[in-house]
């Protein structure tokens, strides 16, 4: 079985080639703050641990009533900071989390900080594993070099690949189109366009959660 799970890394990892081209900045730019701030919230892109574990805290509400052996895709996992969320709550028992990256930097960190066997971190930019859940904490909001059509014809697409490999409910975050001070290097979503595209193209589920943040919202989508 490990030998099986080294291969499908392996293969995944060598696989590497065919990430889009909106991506590869995004990926040198984790690379170099992963080396720079360490396994910690600014390390990928957060002003504060607590707002990251917020957020968490957010996703959490997804899957509250589950009972054990609950599955997780994390996509744009970084150094493992949701597993550690996750790790002790009931629900994660008896269960399996799989954790995406796009930079081997961030997976190094992560196989380096977390050994529990109920962990796995694969080099990917779309989920591979089958899950209940599956969640993207922050990683559709690095756009870096890409312009409006591109990065959102991505995040779209991706969204659907995430979707097909999510049996019970998928989370993720946008920050806000509103926002009076914007970064050049970050994407803020119209949440009436991408609330539109969840509830047409995943499920009529889909429903927007907002009012937390001034700079952000949350959308759930469920089966």
Same mark, same amino acid.
């Not at 559709?140 to 070099?145: A, D, L, R, V």
């Not at 097909?164 to 998928?170: A, H, N």
């Not at 509830?199 to 009012?211: E, H, M, V, W, Y």
């Given at each position: #079985?490990?030998? #099986?799970?080294?291969?499908?890394? @392996?293969?995944?990892?060598?696989?590497?080639?065919?990430?889009?081209? /909106?991506?590869?900045? /995004?990926?040198?730019?984790?690379?170099?703050?992963?080396?720079?701030?360490?396994?910690?919230?600014?390390?990928?892109?957060?002003? @504060?641990? *607590?707002?990251?574990?917020? $957020?968490?805290? &957010?996703f959490a509400g997804l899957f509250a009533y589950e009972k054990t052996g =609950?599955?997780? @895709? *994390?996509?744009?996992?970084?150094?493992?900071? #949701?597993?550690?969320?996750? %790790?002790?709550?009931?629900?994660?028992?008896?269960? %399996?989390? /799989?954790?995406?990256d796009i930079s081997p930097h961030m997976l190094d960190e992560a196989r380096?900080? &977390?050994?529990?066997? $109920?962990?796995?971190?694969?080099?990917?930019?779309?989920?591979?594993?089958?899950?209940?859940?599956?969640? /993207?904490?922050?990683?559709?909001?690095?756009? #870096? !070099?890409?312009?409006? %059509?591109?990065?959102?014809?991505?995040?779209?697409?991706?969204? !659907?690949?995430?979707?097909?490999?999510?049996?019970?409910?998928?989370?993720?975050?946008?920050? *806000?189109?509103?926002?009076?001070?914007?970064?050049?290097?970050?994407?803020?979503?119209?949440?009436?366009?991408? =609330?539109?595209?969840?509830?047409?193209? =995943?499920?009529?589920?889909a429903r927007l959660f907002d009012g937390y943040s001034d700079t952000e919202?949350? &959308?759930?989508? %469920?089966?």
């Amino acid at each position: #079985m490990r030998w #099986m799970l080294s291969q499908r890394r @392996n293969a995944v990892a060598a696989g590497t080639s065919d990430l889009p081209p /909106v991506l590869a900045p /995004v990926s040198r730019s984790f690379s170099r703050t992963i080396r720079k701030y360490g396994p910690r919230a600014k390390g990928v892109g957060w002003s @504060n641990a *607590d707002w990251q574990l917020r $957020r968490f805290q &957010i996703f959490a509400g997804l899957f509250a009533y589950e009972k054990t052996g =609950l599955t997780i @895709n *994390d996509l744009g996992c970084g150094y493992g900071a #949701m597993f550690e969320a996750y %790790r002790d709550l009931p629900q994660l028992l008896g269960g %399996r989390y /799989v954790g995406y990256d796009i930079s081997p930097h961030m997976l190094d960190e992560a196989r380096k900080r &977390i050994s529990d066997p $109920r962990a796995e971190f694969i080099l990917s930019h779309e989920a591979t594993e089958e899950a209940d859940y599956s969640f /993207v904490s922050g990683s559709y909001n690095i756009c #870096m !070099e890409a312009n409006e %059509r591109e990065w959102l014809g991505y995040v779209f697409g991706n969204l !659907e690949q995430l979707w097909s490999k999510t049996r019970t409910g998928l989370a993720f975050n946008m920050l *806000d189109r509103g926002t009076p001070e914007k970064a050049k290097t970050l994407y803020y979503a119209d949440r009436r366009v991408f =609330l539109d595209f969840c509830q047409k193209a =995943l499920s009529p589920k889909a429903r927007l959660f907002d009012g937390y943040s001034d700079t952000e919202w949350t &959308i759930f989508v %469920r089966r």
